[in-house]
C-alpha cells in the first residue's frame, strides 16, 4: 500500500479521536455578497394578494434590518415565489436593479411588491423569499429633492435598536397582526422552533 496508506491511517486514527492538528483560523467569515430571508408557507392560506402582501412587507422589514445591523445598503432587489394549487408546482425568481442602493423599508417593499405582481401566476404561494445583493456601504447616502431620506433611515436604525433591545416583537406593523402575518409567529420561535 506504501506510504501514503500510513499517512491516511494517522490522519483517521487522529480524527476518529478528536485530535485535530490543523492551525486554528480567526475571522473567516467571507464579505457578505447579499442578504435574503425566505419563508415556507401553508400554501392554502396564501391565494390572494393581500395575504401574501403581508408576508413580503414582514421579509423586506427582515432583510432591510439585517442590511442596517452589517453597514449596508443594496441596489438590486431579488424576489423569489414557489407557487402550488397542491397538483402542480411552479416558481419564478426575478430581480430588479433599483436606481439607488436602499435598505429603507418602504423603498425595498415597493419594488418587491412591482415585481410579485408583475410575474406572479395567480396559484397560491408556498415559498417567498426576499434578497437584497449588489451591496455598497451605507455610511454615504444619495439624497433627494422630495424626500428626507437620511431621517427615515435614522428613524429605521432606532426602531432597529428597539428591536435589539426588547425583541423583534416589539414593535410591529399592523399587518403582521393579521391572520396572514407570519412575524409573531416567528418572534415566538428559535430557529423556526417554538422556545
Known amino acids: 500500500m506504501g506510504k501514503q496508506s500510513d499517512i491516511q491511517a494517522g490522519y483517521y486514527w ?13 475571522g473567516i467569515r467571507h464579505e457578505l455578497k447579499s442578504v435574503g430571508h425566505g419563508k415556507a408557507l401553508r400554501w392554502r392560506m396564501y391565494r390572494c394578494l393581500s395575504d401574501i402582501e403581508v408576508v413580503l412587507l414582514e421579509l423586506v422589514v427582515e432583510v432591510c434590518q439585517r442590511m442596517r445591523r452589517h453597514g449596508f445598503m443594496g441596489s438590486v432587489v431579488a424576489v423569489d415565489a414557489m ?16 436606481s ?13 411588491r412591482e415585481l410579485f405582481v408583475r410575474h406572479w ?3 397560491p404561494v408556498g415559498r417567498l423569499s426576499v434578497t437584497l445583493s449588489g451591496l455598497t456601504d451605507d455610511s454615504v447616502m444619495q439624497l433627494t ?13 432606532m426602531v432597529d435598536l428597539i428591536k435589539q433591545r426588547f425583541g423583534s416583537n416589539a414593535i410591529m406593523r399592523a399587518s403582521s397582526l393579521l391572520e396572514a402575518g407570519v412575524a409573531r409567529e416567528r418572534a415566538e420561535q428559535i430557529g423556526g422552533h417554538y422556545k
Open 121 to 123: 401566476s395567480g396559484l
Open 83 to 98: 407557487e402550488t394549487d397542491g397538483e402542480r408546482a411552479m416558481g419564478f425568481s426575478r430581480q430588479l436593479t433599483l
Open 14 to 26: 487522529q480524527t476518529a479521536r478528536g485530535i485535530d492538528p490543523s492551525p486554528v483560523v480567526t
Open 145 to 157: 429633492l422630495f424626500e428626507d431620506r437620511a431621517r427615515a433611515y435614522d428613524k429605521e436604525k
Open 100 to 112: 439607488q442602493p436602499t435598505s429603507l423599508t418602504h423603498e425595498v417593499a415597493a419594488a418587491v
